[in-house]
């Protein structure tokens, strides 16, 4: 079983706008409108480093009360198993695959679909037991037993979960692998 991260090729993997002071992020967030990056997209409404904030702490505070042991504030994302959906988001992709086996399982929490819509859906009344839900690997392998693998297609609505993301909180493993994608 592998973790896929997708970026940007000409960025570099595993960046992270929550890893900047908020006025770092705020300039980055309106460069990317500049250059008409597809990711600025999540900010229709100006809303979304803010959004980004509360949902890292849900997200952070939820796998604390799991028993998880983040060894950072915000996480490193990754995607279990490839998906297409991601393909769309960048001009010229690329992506690391690591092996899910490499990472202490106590410093990963994981979402059934993007942790944003599953945070966001419950507020437009999808009350499904996913949603605002932070799961811990053991946990997650049921939630996949009983609803399935997601799979993307064009028409996937953006609230519903099309992926499984896996939220990093060490970066040990993370930079063991951007570092030999960096030297490459």
């Not at 992709?93 to 990472?103: C, G, S, T």
């Not at 507020?123 to 946990?139: A, C, H, I, M, P």
Request: glycine share 6%; with cysteine; hydrophobic share 30%.
């Amino acid at each position: 079983m592998f973790l896929y991260h997708y970026f940007e090729k000409e960025r570099g993997p595993f960046l992270t706008i929550s890893d900047l002071s908020d006025e770092e992020a705020i300039i980055l967030q309106d460069k990317l409108k500049e250059g008409d990056n597809i990711l600025v997209k999540r900010d229709f409404d100006g809303n979304y480093l803010k959004q980004r904030k509360i949902i890292e702490n849900w997200l952070y505070e939820t796998f604390l009360e799991k028993g998880g042991k983040p060894k950072r504030k915000t996480p490193h994302y990754m995607i279990i198993g490839e998906t297409d959906q991601c393909k769309t988001w960048y001009k010229c992709i690329d992506h690391i695959k690591i092996p899910l086996n490499e990472f202490n399982m106590d410093t990963i929490s994981f979402t059934y679909g993007d942790s944003f819509p599953t945070f966001i859906s419950p507020q437009f009344g999808d009350k499904s037991e996913y949603r605002l839900n932070v799961y811990t690997n053991n946990e997650i392998w049921g939630i996949i037993e009983k609803y399935g693998w997601l799979k993307w297609t064009e028409d996937t609505p953006f609230h519903q979960p099309s992926y499984i993301e896996a939220q990093i909180w060490d970066d040990e493993i993370i930079m063991k692998y951007k570092n030999i994608y960096n030297n490459k």
